[in-house]
C-alpha cells in the first residue's frame, strides 16, 4: 500500500513563492506588450503627423514636384519602412504623389486641421495611414487640400518585438534573481529546524529528555509541544513502570500464597485436613483471580477508550443488578445491604460493564473495610441538580484521616489493618466515574464513611 507523498516544507515555500512571481511576470509582461504597443502607435502616429507637415510643406515649394529622392531615403532609413504620400487640391485634382491612396473609412468625419488616423492595405501589405485636411497660402495652389501619407509597419513591428523581448529578459532576469535569493533565503530561515532535525535524530529511542535548543520564534511554540509531548510520555512511561511494579508485587505474594497452600495440601495426611488446604488455595485462587481482573481494568481505563462503549443506561436497574450480586455475602457478614431510590429510572450516557464495575468496587469496600464483622450499608440513588446522586454510606469505624489525601491513589491501603484489599478499587472507581464526566467524593468520621458518586442525566426520571 503505497503512502502518499508530501511536498517538503521548503519546496512549499519556494512554489509558494515562485509560482505567484511566474504569474505576475507573465502579467506583467503582457501588461508592457499592450502598453508598449499604445505608445508605439502613438510615437509612430506622431511622426507621421510630421512627415505629412514635410511632405505638404516641401511639395509646395517644389510646385507640385515629387519629392526628391535623398528625402524619401532619410524618412524610409529613419523609420525603417516605407513612405508613400498623395496631396489633391480642392478640386480632388492630384497635385502631387502617388495614384489609388487607401481608402477612408466610411464613418470617418473630415474636419480641418484633424488629422485621421487609420490602417489599411497598400500592395498587400499592412500600412498606416494619416489623412488631414489642410489649407494652402500658395499662388499657385491657393486653398484646401488633402493628404494622404502611409507608411508599412514592418519597423513599428520590429520596434514593438524588440521592446517586449527586453522587457521579457529583463523580468526573467528579476524572476531569476529573486528566485535565488528566495532559494538561500529559505534555506537559511529553515537552518534552525534542519539543526532541530539532526538533534532529534542523533538520539536513542528511549531518549526523551527536554530538547534545550534555541530557535526562532516561529517554531518555539513546535518546540513546547515536543518537549510538552515528551514530558507527558515521561510521565506515562514512570507510571507504567510504577504500575508493573506495584502489579508484581500485588501478585507475587498471592502465588506465593496459592503455592504455599497448594504444597500444605499435597502433605496433608487426613482428608479433611487436606479438603482445609484445598478450601483455602480456593480462596486465596478468588482473591487473585478478582486482582487480576483489577489490573486488567486499571490497564484498560488508563488507555481511556472506555467511551466507544458508552450507550444509553438506567442508573436504576444497574444498582439494582449489582446489590443483588452483594446479597448473600452481605448475609453471610451479618450486614443489612439496602438501596433507597423513588425513581423507576435515571437514564445516563455510559459504559454498562466499566460502571457495574466501578459501583462493584465501592460496594465490595464497604463491605471489606467498612463492615467487615457487621454493620449497615445503605444505598441510596436520586436527582439533584440535574444530576443522578448515588450514595453509598457504611456505619462502620471510619477512615483515619491521615489516610484521607492518598485514598484514591493506586495500591493504597491501611497497612495496620488485616484486610487483604489489593488497593486498586478506589482508584479504579474514580477514574471510571471521571470518563463519565461525573465525579466521585469521600467523606468519613467516626461513624461511617460515605461515598458520593455524581453522573450527568441524560433523561428524566419517569
Known sequence: MSEDK??????????????????????????????????????????????????????????????????????????????????????????????NPPELPNQAEIKPYQPIYYDSIYRDQDVRVIFSREFISSKDIPGWVNIYVWQTRLGQRQLLLELASDAFVT??????????????????GLKPLLELQRAIRKRSADDIREIKRTVPTEVSSLLESMNSLFSQLRKAFTEKDDFIANAAHQLRNPIAGIQSQAEAAERSKTLSSMKSRVKDVAEAAKKTSRLTQQLLSMEHISQRSIK???????????????????????????????????????????????????I???????????????GLV?????????????????????????????IFDRFFHDTETNSHGSGLGLSIAKTIIELHEGELTLTSNKKGTSLIILLPITKKAS
Request: hydrophobic residues 45%; proline residues 2%; charged residues 20%.
Open 6 to 99: 508530501t511536498l517538503s516544507l521548503r519546496s512549499r515555500l519556494l512554489l509558494v513563492i515562485i509560482i505567484p512571481l511566474l504569474v505576475i511576470m507573465s502579467i506583467g509582461t503582457v501588461a508592457l506588450y499592450f502598453d508598449s504597443q499604445k505608445k508605439s502607435q502613438e510615437i509612430f502616429d506622431n511622426l507621421l503627423h510630421t512627415i505629412s507637415q514635410v511632405i505638404l510643406r516641401d511639395a509646395v515649394l517644389r510646385d507640385g514636384d515629387l519629392l526628391t529622392e535623398q528625402l524619401l531615403e532619410t524618412l524610409t532609413d529613419s523609420l525603417n519602412d516605407q513612405i508613400f504620400y498623395q496631396v489633391r487640391d480642392e478640386t480632388n485634382t492630384l497635385f502631387v504623389g502617388y495614384s
Open 171 to 188: 523580468m526573467l532576469i528579476m524572476v531569476l534573481s529573486t528566485g535565488l535569493c528566495v532559494w538561500f533565503g529559505v534555506q537559511f
Open 308 to 358: 466507544s462503549e458508552f450507550k444509553q443506561l438506567n442508573l436504576v436497574k444497574l444498582t439494582q443488578e449489582v446489590l443483588t450480586k452483594f446479597a448473600l455475602r452481605a448475609d453471610k457478614q451479618n450486614v443489612y445491604l439496602s438501596l433507597d431510590c423513588k425513581d423507576n429510572q435515571l437514564v445516563i450516557q455510559g459504559s454498562e460493564t466499566f460502571l457495574s464495575e466501578a
Open 360 to 374: 462493584d468496587n465501592l460496594i465490595d469496600n464497604a463491605l471489606l473495610y467498612g463492615c467487615p464483622k457487621g
Open 378 to 406: 445503605q444505598v441510596s440513588l436520586k436527582q439533584k441538580n440535574g444530576n443522578a446522586e448515588l450514595t453509598i454510606r457504611d456505619d462502620g469505624n471510619g477512615i483515619k484521616p491521615a489516610l484521607l489525601p492518598n
